[in-house]
């Protein structure tokens, strides 16, 4: 961008000549196009429930005295099925614009083990319903970590719900959460907290991996009659940026997958930033 500006003789009242600034705006450009790609596919993906509800009340209004019982039920449900669909999109595109418009979040001490315990409260009957085995490995005693315990619930609840929804039936969830001496720069090489959640489920393929933070992607050709928005893992990846770390996998088809994270223990003055005062 390139902007002009007429500079004043202050004394004379005249023109002195034209200031010309130069500034690179790649990246607000880059920024505005990324917003609206993104508009774009949140449209596309709240028209489609729309359509198929608007649809099947169109055809239950029409032609529903022509339907049998069973037949009217169906539509119904699959009506339901939409709006319950439409209202996981609506939550998950709100919580990733509440997250990418709040720089900070106000940090403080969480307890991991209690936070585990309820991710697999919630879980634990539909691990039971799929066959599935969902269980903890947490070391005793672990120290608090800094971090905030609603944000993290979230990624937890994401992270086990997609072990959840792509492991096949006697499959086993893992969720571990441990404490050890990190050399990691992020980490000033004090203790951190790694935590990660592994399956035994479909995998994924080494050319999807960087992909699938990315919002709206889902792996092809899978049974996506499985119910996702494909925002799960943008919120997963944000939230953790929000607390100074990155999030990591390793995965391979057929085999199953691990995510994993690090986070920096709780102390006074302590931050993953700015280090901590105390040596842990
Ligand atoms: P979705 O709502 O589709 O689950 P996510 O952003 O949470 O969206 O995940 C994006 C895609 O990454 C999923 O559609 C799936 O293809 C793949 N994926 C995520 N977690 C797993 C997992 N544990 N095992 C296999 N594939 C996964």
Request: with cysteine.
């Amino acid at each position: 961008r390139v902007l002009l500006t007429q500079v004043f003789d202050q004394h004379r009242g005249t023109l002195k000549g034209i200031a010309m600034t130069v500034q690179d705006i790649t990246r607000e450009v880059e920024l505005n196009e990324a917003k609206s790609q993104f508009i774009s596919n949140v449209s596309h993906e709240l028209r489609t429930p729309l359509f198929n509800i608007k649809s099947f009340i169109e055809t239950l209004s029409e032609f529903g005295e022509d339907l049998t019982e069973t037949e009217r039920k169906e539509f119904l449900e699959t009506a339901n099925h939409e709006t319950d669909r439409l209202t996981r999109l609506v939550n998950d595109v709100l919580d990733l614009s509440r997250l990418e418009s709040s720089k900070t979040y106000h940090l403080n001490g969480v307890d991991l083990s209690q936070l585990i315990e309820q991710t697999l409260r919630t879980y634990q009957l539909n691990a039971k319903d799929k066959e599935l085995v969902l269980n903890k490995e947490v070391e005793p005693n672990l120290p608090l970590i800094l971090g905030h315990y609603d944000l993290l619930l979230q990624v937890m609840t994401n992270l086990v719900g997609n072990a959840l929804k792509f492991t096949p039936s006697g499959g086993i969830i893992v969720i571990r959460a441990y404490h050890f001496k990190t050399k990691s720069k992020q980490f000033n090489d004090k203790s951190c907290v790694r935590v990660e959640i592994s399956d035994t489920g479909i995998g994924i393929a080494p050319e999807d991996q960087a992909a699938i933070f990315d919002r709206f992607f889902r792996v092809e050709n899978r049974v996506h009659t499985l119910e996702g928005t494909g925002l799960g893992l943008s919120i997963v990846k944000n939230i953790i940026d929000k607390h100074h770390s990155q999030i990591h996998l390793i995965s391979e088809v057929g085999i199953g997958t691990t995510f994993w994270f690090d986070l920096a223990l709780y102390q006074d003055n302590c931050s993953p930033s700015e280090g901590c005062n105390n040596e842990t």
